[in-house]
């Protein structure tokens, strides 16, 4: 009895009747079921369900673009691409409602009017991205947001959506609550765009890090930077200062860059002026409405004249000169080891010697380039044979060819035979006179090559310090409404003075001569003082906008 009863709960199938375990068993079933087959979850009413944003292929029309990026992405409330508005600020019209006398007795009406009015006044401050056109094909040229936060879903779509604008030209957020993060993530959009693009303004937006100089980092094409209303300190201020120049980097893109409206002192000034010691690109600089006073003044106006130059800077300058020495001599035909024989080399290096004395800078930097060119020429000619004849006895035609090619065909702007006379009878100091002679050949070439660095400039030696002629790249310096005094006028008057002499004695010649505008207006002094009205009366004639005002009086009159 006791095995007949224990059997039905040993038994594996006994359990099958039951409809405690059948229950169980369609339970297993419809879970396969559900596996099988997943329930699908229905979009809430109004919501459609989002696409692949990759999925889309972007045309380069702005409005169709971003709204279809913006509904693929989950966005169902997105801003709304219009034109620019040529009036910033325009007038509220009120409509033909408004206007005539609605009557009391109708509720609903005077109601619907009152919304109209309050939507049409306020529409200016909807959340929208305003655009500039071309007048032409309607291209995108500029992008303007404000007044809404652009987060950094809204970046990732406008990193799709902006590349294949071809014409966009300038981009401007105001006040649209950027961080470092999302700052970071429009740094790496902006590469992506189109080559025009060059203007960047970021206003009203503060940053905690202040790492707005990844905007002017060496690989951007960013020509103008406008970072007013930012909130930039000191700290700021050493950064931006570091990204205009350094030591071993210098930014060459960066045309103007507005700093009004923000939190600068001396020291930030000083900073400032650090990074324009170095720095041949930057023409416009606004530092208005700041906080510096006259030490700051004193370190802006000391380089743009004559300043000395730091023991790091003077032994970086060596630096430069010997490797540059380096490459002219690697590049010469006087070097090679495989091109001329030893002969030929013992006769032109002392041509480098006869030049120590810098006689006439510009033929000695073509007398250095001279061997080069010959010795193409001589490849070409079909002379070699009556040259051989004159270059004098126990030469081969390669030796005697660079001499007399000098004197008879040397062309424009070439060495001729009675510059290198004086050299004869120095051949045994031509080694280090040589290498001196190139040092000295690379400092006064630099000027006239392209993006040369500014340590290879031509310097002054005085007192045994060396002494470099300043900044005179920078054309416009706005310091308005700042705490500067009298005695920071006086640094400002001995540069505009300086400058304007410079300018006179160079007028002939072309190069950059100092600054053309300086405002110096609403500071700590008075309008009447001597310095402020003896530089008024020195940029007066250098002023551009001054200048024009004559002539538009005259063509006006006429």
């Excluded at 649209?176 to 993530?185: E, N, P, S, W």
């Excluded at 010997?322 to 091109?339: I, M, W």
């Amino acid at each position: 009895m006791s095995g007949e009863a224990s059997a039905p709960a040993v038994s594996p199938r006994a359990p099958r009747p039951g409809t405690q375990k059948a229950s169980g068993t369609v339970t297993k079933k419809g879970d396969r079921g559900a596996k099988e087959k997943p329930v699908t979850v229905l979009p809430p009413v109004g919501e459609e369900e989002p696409k692949n944003p990759e999925e889309y292929q972007c045309t380069g029309v702005l409005e169709t673009d971003f709204a279809e990026l913006c509904t693929r992405s989950g966005y169902t409330d997105f801003p709304k691409v219009v034109t620019r508005p040529r009036r910033p600020h325009p007038t509220f019209v009120p409509s033909a409602s408004t206007s005539e006398k609605t009557p009391l007795d109708d509720p609903q009406v005077s109601g619907s009017c009152s919304l109209n009015s309050l939507e049409s006044k306020y529409a200016f401050f909807r959340p929208t991205i305003q655009v500039e056109m071309e007048p032409e094909d309607k291209a995108v040229k500029e992008m303007y947001i404000r007044g809404w936060k652009v987060e950094e879903r809204i970046l990732g779509i406008f990193s799709k959506c902006l590349p294949p604008i071809s014409q966009l030209q300038a981009i401007n957020f105001w006040k649209v609550g950027l961080t470092d993060k999302t700052l970071t993530a429009l740094v790496s959009l902006l590469p992506l765009c189109s080559s025009t693009l060059r203007k960047v303004s970021l206003e009203g937006n503060p940053l905690p890090e202040q790492s707005y100089h990844k905007l002017m980092a060496l690989d951007t094409r960013i020509a103008h930077l406008s970072l007013r209303n930012n909130n930039i300190d000191d700290h700021g201020a050493q950064l931006l200062g570091q990204a205009l120049s350094t030591l071993h980097s210098h930014n060459r893109t960066l045309v103007s860059l507005n700093l009004g409206f923000n939190h600068i002192r001396d020291e930030g000034a000083g900073y400032i002026a650090d990074g324009l010691r170095l720095n041949r690109s930057l023409l416009w600089l606004s530092l208005a409405h700041n906080r510096i006073q006259d030490n700051g003044a004193l370190k802006l106006a000391e380089v743009l004249r004559p300043f000395e130059l730091t023991h790091t800077e003077v032994v970086e300058r060596r630096r430069l000169l010997l490797e540059k020495g380096t490459q002219e001599q690697s590049r010469s035909p006087s070097s090679s080891r495989h091109g001329d024989s030893k002969a030929d080399r013992e006769k032109i290096q002392p041509i480098g010697a006869s030049n120590v004395a810098l006689v006439d800078k510009a033929d000695k930097m073509q007398t250095m380039k001279t061997p080069k060119g010959l010795g193409k020429k001589k490849e070409k000619s079909g002379e070699v044979v009556k040259k051989e004849e004159k270059s004098g006895s126990g030469q081969s035609p390669t030796q005697g060819t660079p001499k007399k090619e000098d004197s008879t065909k040397s062309g424009k702007g070439k060495v001729t035979v009675p510059e290198q006379k004086p050299s004869k009878g120095k051949g045994p100091k031509t080694g280090s006179r040589e290498k001196g002679s190139i040092l000295l050949e690379s400092e006064l070439v630099a000027e006239a090559m392209e993006m040369v660095n500014p340590l290879l400039e031509p310097v002054e030696h005085r007192d045994g310090k060396v002494f470099m002629p300043g900044n005179k790249v920078l054309l416009h310096l706005n310091l308005l409404r700042n705490r500067i005094t009298e005695v920071g006028l006086q640094g400002f008057l001995t540069t505009v003075q300086y400058q304007a002499q410079f300018s006179k004695a160079k007028s002939a010649s072309k190069g950059p001569m100092g600054l053309l505008s300086l405002s110096l207006e609403k500071n700590c002094f008075s309008p009447q003082c001597a310095a402020y009205t003896m530089i008024q009366e020195l940029m007066l004639p250098r002023d551009p906008i001054s200048k024009a005002k004559p002539r538009e009086e005259e063509a006006s009159s006429s």
